[in-house]
C-alpha cells in the first residue's frame, strides 16, 4: 500500500504486533534444549566492465542471476554441500547462504569458508564474460555518474527516492524494497540526508577555504585522536552549514564522544539521588507501574543513584532503565524523594590503590556510603545539579568538573569542527552496501538473551576490525565504515522526533503521534540489555530479593507505554517488555493489501515481524517462527549479529565468522561477563568508524569479565582478577568448573551468569576502560587475558581435532596480525590502493579509472589470483573458478556422430586407430 493509505493501518498494525509476540511468547517460552546450529549471510554486488573504455558500472540483473542460481540448486539438490539465493534491496545485488545449518561440532567450522568458496564460485556460473562480483562494500561510484551508472541505464530521481543523485530504476524490483524507500520518505516528511565527512587531502578543492593542514593528520582532530563522525546527531549543523558541511567531534575523554547536537548534550539518562527526608524512612518502593506496588520490593535506599527518565505523559513520576518505576515526591508533594545528580557523576569507592597485581584493589573506607544500608546521604549532596560544585570520581577520590552552565558559556566563543561533507539523499546509498551477519541458534530463551547483551557490546569492536567502506559517491571518506551510512538512509523520524519542536500539529496515524522524541534512527545500536538475570548478591545478607539494579542501560530508551503495560500484564518481565515496547515506537513500513486484520494473532507473526524486521539494529533478538505446517523445521530462539564489514576473500569473512562463534561458545564456557553501560557501547560505534580505528583508536571495553576474587593482602581486603593468578603463575585449580555444583539451576545457568547485569557499584568500581585493539583481542596487565587467548584455551578445553584446529589458528593468527596493526583492513588497502593510483589528483576523487582497477583488483584478490601480503600476510588463497562448482552427471543420452568425432578429434590427429594399438 501507498503511505497515504498504510499509515491508516498503524495503530492495529502496532496493537496486533504485540498481541502476536506475546501470543508467540507463551507458546515457545519453554523451548529448551535446542543444539547450536547458526549460518552465515554475505552479500554480493555485480557490475559491468568496459576494459578499453575503462569503466564500470551497476548490472542490474540480479534478480535473472539469482532465479538462474536457484534454478541450478535445485538440480543439484542431492549435493549435502549447497547455497540459498535471495533478493536484496539493489537490482544489481543478491545474498547468499548456505543451504542447510552449521551444527555445534568443530569439523563443521570448516565448511564455512567451503561453503563461502562455492557460493563464489556459483555466482561467477552465471556472470557475463564482461561483469564480476567482488565481494566489496559499495559500489564506489553509486551516485556520481548521473544517468549513466547502470547498465541498462536509468534516469536519475523517481517517485519513490525523488533523489538527486540516484534513480529508482536501481532499486530491486520487488514492491517491498520500493515502498520502503517511499514509506520511509514521506514518513519523515523529507528526502533522508546522509552527510559524512569527506578526506581532506592535499588537492582536495573542498578544503580550499579551510585553515593550511598537512593531509592525513586525523581530520580535524590531529595526531592520533580519533575524529568522530556523530551519525544521525547533525540536524543543528545541517540547519547551520548545508548539506555540504557537518561537525565532527574527536575522542579525547569519555564525555567528548556523547554529545547529541540536536539535543543540545549527552545523552546519557538523568541520575538521580535518593533521599527521603521523614522520619524512619529509608528509601522507596519502585513500581511495577505508577501507583502499583510490588509486595515485598525493598529498594531503592537513600544514597542509591538510580538512572531513569521523566515520563511525559505521567507528571511526578521516573522509569528506571530497569523496567520499573519510581514517584518523584510524595502523593501531597511536599516530600521530595528524588533530586537530580550531575549525569557525569556517579557513585564511587572514596580509594582505589593498586599493590602489586595491575588490578584494582578495593577498601571499605570509614564513613563511606553504603547504599544497601541506606547509609549517609551528605557525601553525595554535592552530586546534586543546584550544587555549586558537581563531582566526578578520578583515579583515587573526587574531582570538581564544570557545569554544564561554564560549558555553555566557554563554548559559545569556541569553534566547531567543521568537515566538508559527501552528501546523499536516498536510501539505496545506505542498503546498497554488503556486509556479512551471522545467526545463531541458542538452547533456549535464556541463553538468547544472555548472548544478545553479550554481543551488542562486541559490535563496534569487530566492525572496526573488519572496517571496509572508505569511498562513497566517487569521493574518499574520511570515515572506514558503512553502518551510520545506512543508519541515515533509512532514517524515519520526523522533524519532532529528532528533538526539534517544529510547529507541526500532531499525526494521529505515527506512533507517538509524530511528536515522541527518538534519539536513535531505526537503524543503530541497541538501546537496552535484555537479559533478566536474578539478582543473588545481595540477597543472603538483606533479604533484598528483589532488588534490580542496572547499571548498564544508561541512555535514553523511549517506549510505548501501552505496550508495555500489555506486555507486562501478560507476564513478560521488564527487561524483554522493555525491548519489544521500545522496538513498537516504530510504524509499520511495508503494508499488504488483504493482510491487515485478517491475518491470525494467535497462530501468525506478519504484524510483529512487520515492525521487528525494519528495527535494523546492531544485534537482533529473534523469536522462534511459527510452524505452518507439520513438515517445516524446528527453530528456537536465536541472536543475530550484525554489525561486520564484508572482507575481499572468503578466507577472512570465514576467519571473522568462526571467531565470533567461538567467542560466543568462550562466554558461556567460561561464564564471562562483557557488560559495559550502554553509552559507551555507543561512543565505541562512533569510533569504529574513524579512520583506521582498527590500528590506531582506543574503545570502551570491560576490565573484569570474570568476579573479582577477594583476599587480604595486610591491610585491608583486596580483589584481584581471577586471571591473575594464571599470569603469575599463582596455585591455579584443576576442578572442571569454575564454580560449585550448587551454584547452577536446572538448566544448567550459573549464577555468575545470573547475576552479570545487576552486580552492584562496590562490585563494578573501575569496571571498564579503554584499551587498543590489541589489548583487546590479546591481552592487558594482568588481569584481562586477551580474546584470542581466551579461544585458544577453550578449544584446549574441548580438545579441538586438529585438522580444524590447524585451520583455525591461522584464522585467529591472522585477527590478531590484523588487531596490532601489522596487517590493513580492507578500508585502508582500498584507501591506499587509490591514492597510490597513477591517475589520481590528490583531490579525494575516485575517477572511472581508479574505480574500474580497484574493482578488478578486489575480483581477483577474492578469486585468489593475485596476492595482497598486506591484507593477508602470508596466506595465499586458492584460485577460485567456475570448475567443480556443481556435480557433473554421467550422461547416457545418445550425441550426434558429428558431436562425437569433433570430441574425439581433439585428442588425436591419426588416420588410423590401429597404428597405434600394438597390432602387427
Not at 534444549?33 to 576494459?51: H, M, N, R, T, V
Not at 588425436?908 to 597390432?919: E, I, L, M, P, Y
Amino acid at each position: 500500500m501507498p503511505w497515504e493509505k498504510s499509515k491508516k493501518h498503524n495503530k492495529y498494525i502496532r496493537s496486533a504486533g504485540v498481541r502476536q509476540f506475546i501470543s508467540t511468547y507463551n507458546r515457545v517460552k519453554d523451548l529448551k534444549g535446542d543444539e547450536l546450529l547458526w549460518g552465515d549471510e554475505i552479500e554480493y554486488g555485480i557490475f559491468k566492465l568496459d576494459a578499453k573504455g575503462k569503466k564500470i558500472r551497476l548490472s542490474l540483473r540480479a534478480k535473472e542471476v539469482m532465479d538462474q542460481l536457484n534454478e541450478k540448486e535445485k538440480s543439484h539438490s542431492h549435493r549435502v554441500e549447497g547455497c540459498n539465493w535471495v533478493p536484496e534491496y539493489g537490482a544489481w545485488m543478491v545474498e547468499a547462504t548456505p543451504n542447510r545449518p552449521y551444527t555445534g561440532f568443530t569439523h563443521d567450522l570448516l565448511r564455512v569458508e567451503r561453503n563461502m568458496r562455492l557460493r563464489r564460485k556459483r555466482i561467477l556460473t552465471v556472470l557475463l564474460e564482461d561483469e564480476i562480483a567482488p565481494t566489496v562494500s559499495t559500489f564506489p561510484l553509486l551516485g556520481s555518474l548521473g544517468d549513466d551508472g547502470t547498465v541498462p541505464p536509468t534516469s536519475v530521481g523517481g517517485p519513490k527516492t525523488l533523489s538527486d543523485y540516484i534513480g529508482d530504476g536501481i532499486i530491486n524490483p520487488h514492491p517491498r524494497f520500493g515502498t520502503l524507500t517511499a514509506n520511509i520518505r514521506q514518513r519523515r516528511g523529507e528526502r533522508v540526508s546522509i552527510r559524512v565527512p569527506l578526506f581532506r587531502d592535499v588537492n582536495t578543492p573542498e578544503y580550499g577555504d579551510f585553515l593550511a593542514v598537512a593531509p592525513d593528520t586525523g581530520g580535524c582532530c590531529g595526531g592520533n585522536t580519533l575524529q568522530l563522525w556523530r551519525y544521525g546527531k547533525g540536524d543543528a549543523s545541517r540547519e547551520k552549514y548545508g548539506d555540504n558541511f557537518v561537525v565532527v567531534g574527536c575522542a579525547t575523554s569519555n564525555q567528548d564522544d556523547e554529545f547529541d547536537e540536536s539535543n543540545g548534550g549527552p545523552v546519557t539518562l538523568q541520575k538521580w539521588l535518593v533521599d527521603v527526608q521523614c522520619e524512619g524512612c529509608r528509601g522507596l518502593f519502585y513500581r511495577s507501574a505508577p501507583n502499583v506496588i510490588v509486595p515485598d520490593a525493598d529498594w531503592p535506599r537513600n544514597g542509591d543513584i538510580v538512572v531513569g527518565s521523566e515520563i511525559p505523559d505521567i507528571p511526578g513520576w521516573i522509569r528506571l532503565q530497569n523496567g520499573y518505576y519510581l514517584p518523584m515526591t510524595s502523593d501531597d508533594g511536599k516530600i521530595k524523594f528524588l533530586h537530580k545528580v550531575s549525569k557525569r557523576a556517579h557513585s564511587s569507592n572514596p580509594e582505589k590503590v593498586t599493590l602489586g597485581s595491575s588490578t584494582p584493589l578495593f577498601r571499605s573506607a570509614s564513613g563511606a556510603v553504603d547504599p544497601n544500608k541506606g547509609g549517609d546521604v551528605v557525601m553525595l549532596k554535592s552530586l546534586l545539579e543546584d550544587s555549586p560544585l558537581n563531582f566526578e570520581s578520578s583515579g583515587s577520590g573526587t574531582t570538581a568538573v564544570k557545569t554544564k552552565e561554564a560549558e555553555d558559556t566557554e563554548n559559545k566563543d569556541g569553534l566547531e569542527n567543521v568537515r566538508a561533507a559527501i552528501h546523499m539523499d536516498a536510501m539505496a546509498f545506505g542498503m546498497g552496501c554488503c556486509c556479512l551477519q551471522i545467526t545463531f541458534q541458542a538452547k533456549d530463551l535464556d541463553e538468547s538473551r544472555f548472548i544478545y547483551d553479550q554481543l551488542a557490546v562486541m559490535a563496534p569492536i569487530m566492525m572496526a576490525l573488519t572496517a571496509s567502506t572508505p569511498v562513497l559517491k566517487g569521493r574518499l571518506a574520511d570515515t572506514d565504515c558503512r553502518w551510520g551510512i545506512i543508519s541515515e538512509s533509512v532514517d524515519d523520524r520526523t522533524v519532532a522526533e529528532r528533538g526539534k519542536q517544529d510547529g507541526v500539529e500532531p499525526q494521529t496515524e505515527l506512533a507517538g503521534k509524530g511528536q515522541r522524541y527518538i534519539n536513535k534512527s531505526r537503524y543503530d545500536c541497541i538501546s537496552a540489555y535484555i537479559y533478566q538475570g536474578v539478582d543473588e548478591i545481595t540477597d543472603s545478607k538483606t533479604g533484598m530479593a528483589n532488588r534490580v539494579l542496572n547499571m548498564y542501560n544508561d541512555i535514553h530508551i523511549p517506549i510505548d507505554e501501552e505496550s508495555y503495560q500489555l506486555l507486562r500484564k501478560a507476564g513478560i518481565d521488564p527487561a524483554l517488555s522493555q525491548h519489544i515496547a521500545h522496538l513498537f515506537i516504530r510504524d509499520p513500513l511495508v503494508v499488504f493489501e488483504g493482510a491487515v486484520e485478517e491475518v491470525d494473532d494467535e497462530t501468525q507473526t506478519e504484524h510483529f515481524e512487520s515492525i521487528q524486521s525494519t528495527n535494523w539494529q546492531s544485534v537482533r533478538w529473534k523469536p522462534p517462527p511459527p510452524r505452518n505446517d507439520p513438515n517445516d523445521p524446528h527453530v528456537g530462539w536465536r541472536t543475530e549479529f550484525r554489525s561486520m564489514e564484508i572482507q575481499l576473500t572468503d578466507f577472512e569473512n570465514a576467519a571473522f565468522t568462526v571467531f565470533t562463534v567461538l567467542l560466543t561458545r568462550v562466554i558461556l564456557t567460561f561464564d564471562l561477563n562483557l557488560y559495559i553501560p550502554l553509552s559507551r557501547v555507543d561512543a565505541n560505534m562512533q569510533r569504529a568508524h574513524s579512520r583506521n580505528a582498527a590500528a590506531k583508536g582506543k574503545f570502551f571495553f570491560r576490565r573484569h569479565m570474570a568476579p573479582l576474587e577477594e583476599g587480604d593482602d595486610g591491610y585491608g581486603v583486596r580483589y584481584t582478577s581471577m586471571f591473575a593468578r594464571a599470569v603469575n603463575g599463582d596455585a591455579v585449580s584443576t576442578k572442571p568448573s569454575g564454580h560449585d555444583d550448587e551454584d547452577i539451576d536446572e538448566n544448567g545457568v550459573s549464577k555468575q551468569r545470573r547475576q552479570a547485569p545487576f552486580a552492584p557499584g562496590r562490585y563494578e568500581e573501575n569496571s571498564f576502560e579503554e584499551m587498543t585493539m590489541a589489548e583487546i583481542m590479546t591481552g592487558k596487565g594482568d588481569y584481562f587475558p586477551g580474546l584470542i587467548p581466551l579461544v585458544q584455551a577453550y578449544l584446549d578445553h574441548i580438545n579441538c581435532d586438529s585438522i580444524s584446529r590447524q585451520r583455525i589458528d591461522q584464522y585467529l593468527d591472522f585477527i590478531q596480525r590484523r588487531a596490532t596493526g601489522e596487517l590493513v583492513t580492507p578500508a585502508s588497502w582500498i584507501r591506499n590502493f587509490i591514492r597510490s593510483h597513477k591517475s589520481y589528483q590528490g583531490d579525494s576523487v575516485v575517477s572511472d579509472e581508479i574505480a574500474h582497477d580497484l574493482m578488478v583488483a578486489c575480483k581477483e584478490i577474492g578469486e585468489g589470483t593475485r596476492h595482497v601480503p598486506e591484507i593477508l600476510g602470508d596466506i595465499r588463497i586458492d584460485p577460485i573458478t567456475t570448475a567443480g562448482a556443481y556435480d557433473v552427471k554421467l550422461e547416457s543420452r545418445r550425441i550426434r556422430n558429428e558431436h562425437l568425432l569433433g570430441v574425439l578429434r581433439r585428442y588425436t590427429n591419426r588416420k588410423s586407430f590401429s597404428s597405434h594399438s600394438g597390432v602387427a
